[in-house]
């Protein structure tokens, strides 16, 4: 897509199926793959894309992965057993030079998680993981043998393993490595200069770290690590817990206070390196901004958000709740005391991204997250929809990554352009639908069913429907100059409904029956004083059939309690998947017998 929003036609369609693609971070290649081969176009500016700059023979690729500066480029390809004895894999990770067309090296990794080497920003250096013991770096050339690496990294600790290392940006690389707490040690984050590995030049140990993501600046200077825990030991989050530190090339450390509990959802750096922003705690969550030193700068409202995203010169940032939330964006002018230019609603989003000259949003719904109204959304930075394209089923979408040169700073914003057709076809269709009515409903969640009834009042759950039956005992409501009646207890004049007894109550009435019987037998019951009323008592069974005393109830109403409390929880699922959030096989499987249930509450009786 270019700025007419017209396909490309020059560009080598794929004939057969693509299972991954990826742009070079400097966006000078788009590579794709095939059942057979991997293409690679160029994508630089003034050259015709209407070949591929590369073709690389090798079946089965299901992960890409560019070096930052576009010349190298890995490949995870379906791993294969060759002897079983010796458990001997295919090499199955490949990294190809681009410009010269050709194989530098391969390995073996069968697992896809993690596989990726990482590269320095200038490309000398490729590093691996190996065993996570070790980390080995190679000097980038024609002739690389991976069992000779240039340098290595090594865990001090003989029984302790590293999780996971992260490269540093700039022209003076560092690497951050994790190594999670073990056997009552702590967990470390230790900083190294590559390739000087014999002192850290900062570290840090900290407790309740399973697990750790490093996030740096785009000047390599300074670290963000979220340590994380799956278990909460004060049981006050189900998120488990999360501790965010800032530590620094030049040795400083510390850890950021965050003054609401609850989990953290997002850290994010400003491209200006000088700032980064921490969405955290329970919903409504705190979106807060500090600077490079950990001194909190601004914090805004609270509100349902969850992502954080700046525009590529820092001026405006994008805060929205995505996932399970409603999909608001608020953007706000950075430059301007945190003034909000913009609120918009872009429900459903799975991807989302700020176009590289910061004037425009791009949201999208993409499949498998959800599988229908997939397509894509170009918004302009005030908040008004400039583009739409809808498809049948949308996998990956992305702008072309460009240099911030080409595109000089924004010192006001320009007008919003004209929209597009599509625009203005969506949002007359999304009027229509809604009746001209472009005010947001509040008010509680009603299931589809139940909607448009012109009924607000009328009850649409299973327990107001089963609050308004007559199955248990409920306390009714207050009304003026009406006596309150204790539930269970008898009405002075009322008749008494005849009550199902069940057998344990039965055998229980027997036993108290019994005990009366014998203590009127051994002792004689005193006289009553004449003038002492005689109390009126409701008693539970008997030929008169009174009302049930303490709340026991018959099988029946207890199995039908059952099985309404089973339809509320299969109620509750089918909400959660009318939202797209994906659901296990045995939930599935409890929504599958929604109709065996409300069957056998027919035939029990139980009507809604």
């Known amino acids: 897509m270019i700025q007419n929003y017209e396909e490309v036609t020059t560009f080598p369609k794929p004939t057969a199926e693509v299972r991954c693609t990826s742009y070079s971070s400097n966006g000078h290649y788009l590579a794709y793959t095939q059942p057979t081969h991997v293409l690679v176009v160029s994508t630089k500016d003034g050259e015709s894309n209407d070949k591929a700059a590369a073709k690389f023979d090798i079946k089965d690729t299901f992960d890409l992965h560019f070096s930052p500066n576009g010349r190298y480029l890995a490949l995870w390809t379906k791993p294969i057993l060759i002897d079983k004895e010796s458990g001997v894999w295919s090499e199955n990770v490949v990294v190809y030079d681009v410009e010269l067309q050709k194989e530098v090296t391969k390995w073996s990794n069968k697992h896809q998680g993690g596989w990726q080497p990482q590269f320095t920003q200038d490309g000398k250096f490729m590093a691996k993981n190996f065993n996570n013991k070790e980390i080995h770096f190679y000097e980038m050339s024609e002739s690389l043998d991976i069992k000779k690496p240039s340098h290595k990294f090594k865990v001090q600790d003989a029984g302790a393993s590293f999780q996971n290392f992260q490269l540093s940006p700039g022209l003076n690389p560092s690497v951050a490595v994790f190594i999670p707490e ?26 309740k770290a399973e697990k750790c993501l490093l996030k740096w600046n785009a000047l390599g200077t300074a670290l963000l690590a979220l340590a994380s825990t799956d278990h909460d030991t004060s049981n006050k989050s189900y998120y488990g817990e999360t501790n965010l530190y800032l530590l620094g090339i030049a040795g400083s450390y510390e850890r950021i206070d965050l003054k609401r509990e609850g989990p953290i959802h997002d850290i994010t750096w400003s491209p200006s390196a000088r700032e980064f922003a921490v969405s955290y705690g329970f919903m409504p969550s705190e979106t807060t901004f500090f600077d490079a030193r950990g001194n909190l700068i601004h914090s805004l409202p609270t509100a349902p958000r969850n992502t954080i995203l700046y525009s590529p010169h820092g001026r405006f940032v994008l805060v929205a709740g995505f996932g399970n939330l409603q999909g608001t964006v608020d953007v706000y002018d950075r430059q301007n005391k945190f003034s909000k230019v913009c609120t918009f609603e872009a429900s459903n989003t799975s991807v989302c991204e700020w176009s590289p000259c910061g004037r425009y949003i791009l949201t999208a719904t993409t499949s498998p997250r959800l599988r229908v109204d997939n397509g894509l959304k170009v918004w302009h930075a005030s908040g008004k929809l400039v583009y ?15 240099s911030i040169e080409k595109y000089p700073p924004l010192r006001q914003l320009e007008a919003c352009p004209e929209p597009q057709q599509s625009a203005k076809e969506y949002l007359a269709k999304r009027a229509a639908l809604s009746g001209g009515n472009t005010v947001k409903k509040t008010g509680a969640y009603r299931p589809p069913h139940a909607r448009n009834s012109g009924a607000s009042a009328t009850s649409t759950s299973l327990y107001q429907k089963e609050m308004q039956s007559n199955i248990g005992s409920t306390t009714p409501a207050f009304v003026p100059g009406v006596r309150r009646v204790v539930p269970g207890a008898a009405i002075p004049g009322a008749p008494v409904a005849a009550t199902k007894e069940s057998k344990t109550a039965a055998k229980n009435r027997k036993k108290r ?3 009366k019987a014998a203590l009127s037998e051994s002792s ?7 003038s002492t009323p005689t109390p009126v008592a409701t008693v539970s069974g008997g030929a008169a059939g009174g ?6 109830v018959s099988l029946e109403e207890k199995k039908i309690r059952s099985l309404l409390k089973k339809l509320r929880a299969i109620e509750t699922l089918k909400m959660k998947q009318a939202g797209g959030e994906p659901l296990e096989d045995t939930q599935v499987s409890k929504i599958n017998k929604e109709d065996d249930i409300r069957k056998e509450l027919s035939e029990l009786g139980w009507t809604e």
Do not use: D, H
Request: with cysteine.
């Open 547 to 552: 009302s049930v005393v303490g709340g026991v």
């Open 182 to 207: 073990k056997g009552g040690k702590p967990a470390q984050v230790l900083i190294y200069n590559v390739p000087s590995f014999n002192q850290p030049v900062c570290s840090k140990t900290f407790f």
């Open 524 to 530: 004689p019951a005193p006289e009553t004083p004449s």
């Open 388 to 402: 739409y394209r809808e498809y049948p089923e949308l996998f990956s979408i992305s702008w072309k990554p460009q």
């Open 513 to 515: 029956e019994a005990k």
